[in-house]
Each structure stands twice: as C-alpha cells, then as structure tokens.
C-alpha cells in the first residue's frame, strides 16, 4: 500500500528553524517528484515548494519561502525533506507531502493536486 508520512513539526519560537521529513512506503520516492503544501487555519491549501524525479533534480519554491526553506531527498532513505529556517509566525499551518507532483518550470506544481497525501505534520511558530 502506497503510504506517506510526515513527521518533525512542533512549536517553534520565531526565527527558529524545523526539518519535516516525508516518508514513502510502498513505492520508490525517486521516481516521483514531490511537492510540500501547507494549510493554514481557515485558509486553503497551498503549494510550498516541489522537487523533481531525482534524475533532473529541479526545486522549486512559493515566493512566500524562498531563501528560507529548503527541500532536499534522500533516495537510500526513501524520504524528502523541507528544512525551515528563519521561520514566521505566518508559517504555522499543518504541512503535508504529496507525490506525485509535476515539478518543471512552467507546471502548476502549486497546485494541490496529486494521488497520495500524507496525513500532515502541525508547525506552529509563536513566542
């Protein structure tokens, strides 16, 4: 059974950073790009950032994140990364993983669309 799951968001002060991890079981994460999206309370779900199929390799970013997080794979642990640093109050939502995502410049990777979806993982960031 084809399975996502995210792990490592807590609370956090502002300006601290948080790694969450996506794990895949059931099938090989390389073969796949894969996008983080959040959801914020009352608001809709939105694209955070995408990774491509491990033989291009391409990230992309929402603007909102740019220059502060930075998402990564390790294919010989079958996970993806988000590392957040400098992190603002704004970014609190709960953040999901999902795959598979187009992830090409000109495609609509931001878009929450895709097959699988993790059950999320809450990031709070607050003082």
């Known amino acids: 059974q084809l399975q996502l799951v995210e792990s490592g968001g807590g609370l956090v002060q502002p300006g601290g950073s948080l790694r969450l991890s996506c794990a895949a079981s059931g099938f090989t994460l390389d073969y796949y790009g894969i996008g983080w999206f959040r959801q914020a309370p009352g608001k809709e779900r939105e694209g955070v950032s995408c990774i491509s199929v491990s033989t291009d390799g391409s990230t992309y970013y929402a603007d909102s994140v740019k220059g502060r997080f930075t998402i990564s794979r390790d294919n010989a642990k079958n996970t993806v990364y988000l590392q957040m640093n400098s992190l603002k109050p704004e970014d609190t939502a709960v953040y999901y993983c999902?795959?598979?995502?187009?992830?090409?410049?000109?495609?609509?990777?931001?878009?929450?669309?895709?097959?699988?979806w993790g059950k999320g993982t809450l990031v709070t960031v607050s003082s």
């Open positions: 999902a795959a598979p995502i187009l992830c090409q410049y000109g495609s609509r990777w931001y878009y929450p669309i895709s097959d699988y």
